[in-house]
């Protein structure tokens, strides 16, 4: 089992940045494929970013492709997402997510993880 834990999110102005930390304990989180996630007020959640193993394969959503980068520290246990050229409508709670299963072609699939973190608030003001 791992346990993650978000950190990063705060308020920004559109067109800032901010970077978000997942720390995982628990078993090393260089087992696990892992992903983040968002959700806005009044709607579903959706993929934002998964990354491989090894961090050499890398996945985004359209909507943030250019602007977000996922990178891990797999000395670390730790995953981050960089936000850059934030939008009001990034506006989120940002969730990371651990998958001990294979198939990363399946990392984008909310369906496909097993393990969640409580969230961190990214909140992008206009």
């Known amino acids: 089992q791992v346990q993650l834990v978000e950190s990063g999110g705060g308020l920004v102005q559109a067109g800032g940045s901010l970077r978000l930390s997942c720390a995982a304990s628990g078993r090393t989180s260089s087992s696990y494929i892992m992903g983040w996630f968002r959700q806005a007020p009044g709607k579903e959640r959706e993929s934002v970013a998964a990354i491989s193993r090894s961090g050499f394969s890398k996945y985004y959503a359209d909507s943030v492709k250019g602007r977000f980068t996922i990178s891990r520290d797999n000395a670390k246990n730790t995953v981050y997402l960089q936000l850059n050229s934030l939008k009001p409508e990034d506006t989120a709670v940002y969730y990371c997510?651990?998958?001990?299963?294979?198939?990363?072609?399946?990392?984008?699939?909310?369906?496909?993880?097993?393990?969640w973190g409580q969230g961190t608030q990214v909140t992008v003001s206009a």
């Open positions: 997510a651990a998958a001990g299963r294979d198939g990363l072609t399946r990392a984008m699939l909310e369906s496909f993880y097993d393990y």
